[in-house]
């Protein structure tokens, strides 16, 4: 027998059979209608086989579906594929994480950012009586001013635990403006240009995010003088003081 005969039907072979199919079932229906004039049992096999001549134009519009649906996707996409959600999966576990440390660090920034003036009134309460007034004043004056300087040390202990730091400015450092806000230029204070002369109201920061920024007054003085480089600038990224001649530009 010839391999011939377990070829599947081409197109041509099976639109023929179909039209065979089809001339069959006109002749059962033309012969059913010359036996009995009842027409009933003949629409009927003309229905189905116009059902089933539709179901083979499904079929045929649908070739992937027929031979067991769409071809597999080869190795390479599926390694790809399995890269990618890898890969999104660490970015998402990345930024939960960072988003969990960030609330642990800065949960109470704004309840922090609310106590500052708490802790302004408390220092405004201690510079309005001097030490005359103070010693005159009487031993419960005295005991009060003690009870108020002892709850500002306190909120001070406080705000530190809390990674929460003063920015208190000597007078000659260099203004920084990322922590610094100057108010006014004071001239003829003998500091070096661009220096602080007097801080106004502390600053505060919360690990390295600013609460607020410090209210200093800024020196106005010769441009070529140099101020006092503050103890950020001082340390080396290791928090190390630098070696000599480390940041002398040898790129020349």
């Known amino acids: 027998m010839s391999d011939d005969y377990f070829d599947p039907l081409n197109d041509e072979d099976e639109e023929a059979a179909g039209q065979r199919e ?4 006109d002749a059962a229906i033309e012969a059913e209608r010359n036996v009995a004039p009842d027409t009933s049992q003949a629409e009927a096999l003309r229905a189905q086989a116009r059902a089933r ?7 045929a519009a649908r070739p992937g579906e027929s031979s067991g649906g769409q071809a597999p996707e080869s190795a390479d ?3 790809d594929k399995l890269l990618r959600a890898l890969a999104e999966l660490e970015n998402t576990r990345r930024r939960a994480e960072r988003d969990k440390e960030d609330a642990y660090k800065y949960a109470v920034t704004r309840f922090a950012r609310d106590m500052l003036s708490v802790g302004d009134n408390m220092r405004r309460a201690l510079d309005s009586i001097d030490e ?10 005295d005991t009060l001013m ?6 500002e040390r306190e909120m001070q202990n ?10 208190n400015p000597d007078p000659g450092v260099k203004f920084d403006p990322n922590v610094h ?3 006014a230029e004071v001239p003829g204070t003998g500091l070096p240009n661009k220096a602080v002369f007097q801080v106004t109201q502390p600053g505060y920061v919360i690990e390295d995010r600013l609460l607020r920024p410090a209210m200093v007054l800024v020196a106005k003085g010769d441009p ?11 340390l080396n990224a290791d928090g190390e003081e630098p070696e000599p001649g480390s940041k002398i530009d040898t790129s020349a």
């Open 181 to 183: 806000q100057a108010m």
């Open 22 to 25: 089809q001339e069959e079932l």
């Open 77 to 79: 996409d599926l390694r």
């Open 132 to 141: 005359g007034a103070r010693a005159t004043g009487g031993e419960a004056l």
């Open 53 to 59: 001549a539709a179901a083979d134009a499904q079929d």
């Open 224 to 234: 070529a003088a140099a101020a006092t480089p503050s103890a950020e600038d001082t």
């Open 158 to 167: 406080v705000f530190e635990k809390h990674g929460i730091k003063q920015v």
């Open 146 to 151: 003690t009870g108020v300087a002892m709850t």
